[in-house]
């Protein structure tokens, strides 16, 4: 069974700063997809970043990006020039491939993230 | 990317009573998920409707408890039924696939007293 891990249940960083926030996963897949999901207080979630496994390079988007390393099952985001709009609880996920017909998402624990003024 | 409407927004409800959540979408999907997020907690799939057979469910849930309709390919229902203060966690209905990326509704807060 796929796995999704996040091991910081909290994280804080001062604005303007940047923050890391790691996450390892478990599959016997070769070709996936890998998200991180921001959830902020009014519960919505929203999708930060996808990466897709069988690219070398590491996605981007604008102030987020992703450290993928494929051998090591380890997809952390990084969040440059932190802003407190960017609290949040983090959630990194994976689409497990279910018999085929039946991609759900497995999500890890989450990590709760709060920029600092 | 789809986009959901999801209702009621938040619910206060009676313990033993039922609620039905709705989600509607704004184009045509094969698949919809359903989860509940407890207080403080991650994302657990209750199930996966397809429009025109019956849903498929995770460990741990049961239709009787979580009857789930899809009558069309926009369109689906979650029943929380005969509830108690343990269902009381944000409910989230979802589309996608893993290529495409995942869209949620906006939440359902259930509250049971």
């Known amino acids: 069974a796929q796995t999704v891990t996040q091991s910081q249940p909290e994280m804080s960083v001062q604005e303007a700063e940047t923050v890391t926030l790691s996450c390892t996963y478990d599959?016997?897949?070769?070709?996936?997809?890998l998200f991180w999901y921001k959830q902020p207080p009014s519960r919505q979630m929203i999708l930060v970043i996808r990466q897709e496994a069988y690219k070398q390079q590491n996605a981007t988007e604008n102030r987020f990006s992703v450290n993928f390393q494929k051998a090591a099952k380890s997809f952390s985001l990084k969040i440059s020039d932190s802003q407190l709009g960017d609290t949040a609880m983090y959630f990194c996920?994976?689409?497990?491939?279910?018999?085929?017909?039946?991609?759900?998402?497995?999500f890890g624990k989450g990590t709760l993230l709060t920029v600092n003024p | 990317s789809a986009v959901i409407s999801q209702k009621p927004s938040r619910d206060i409800c009676q313990r033993g009573t039922s609620l039905t959540i709705q989600c509607q979408v704004d184009?045509?999907?094969?698949?919809m998920f359903w989860y509940r997020q407890q207080p403080g907690q991650s994302l657990t799939l209750i199930a996966t409707a397809n429009q025109g057979s019956e849903a498929t469910y995770e460990s741990g849930f049961v239709i009787d408890k979580f009857p789930i309709s899809r009558p069309n390919l926009t369109f689906s229902t979650l029943t929380v039924s005969n509830m108690s203060p343990e269902d009381s966690s944000i409910y989230l209905c979802?589309?996608?696939?893993?290529?495409?990326?995942?869209?949620f509704g906006s939440g359902t807060r259930l509250t049971v007293v």
């Open positions: 979802s589309v996608g696939r893993g290529q495409d990326g995942y869209t």
């Open positions: 184009s045509q999907v094969t698949m």
């Open positions: 996920a994976f689409p497990a491939n279910s018999g085929g017909s039946n991609y759900k998402l497995t």
């Open positions: 599959t016997s897949e070769n070709n996936y997809y």
